[in-house]
């Protein structure tokens, strides 16, 4: 595990994790929403969302998972700050949450990732993740 550790996020985060997840949005190429507040306020409050403290206490990942459907569930909005990248806390948080997950009673824990994307990709197999197939989005225009 990188140096620091996972926790649960609070309500007290919310503008933190919301500022993220425009970034986020932005990192993989979506338009972002004006506005991430409910939404991650969701995810926070229903103890869904957790974020890697560095070893100075101060967040510098999250990542999140959705609500168990049919026994399975899926890790997303994984996103480190480029100011915090290469030291791991992608790791750090994405297994905790994935721990916290399992822990939980999840029997599935699933994770999209951007073929294109091999430093993700080689994280997330370290994790002990397996790719299982590949998906393709097409957006038709008029």
Known sequence: APAGR?????EADVPLVAAWTTEFAEAIGDEPAEDYTGFV??????GRLWLWEGPDGRPVSMAAV???????A??????????????GYAAGVTEAVSRAAL??????????????????NALYQRLGYRPVTDHLGV???G
């Not at 996972?6 to 609070?10: C, L, Q």
């Not at 306020?41 to 229903?46: A, C, P, Q, W």
């Open 41 to 46: 306020t969701e995810r926070i409050s229903e």
């Open 139 to 141: 957006t038709f225009t």
């Open 6 to 10: 996972g926790r649960v996020a609070t």
């Open 103 to 120: 822990d939980g009673g999840v029997a599935q824990v699933l994770l999209f990732t951007d073929l294109s994307n091999p430093t993700s």
């Open 74 to 87: 899926r890790v997303h909005l994984v996103y480190t700050p480029p100011a915090e990248r290469g030291r």
């Open 66 to 72: 959705s609500r168990t459907i049919e026994g399975q």
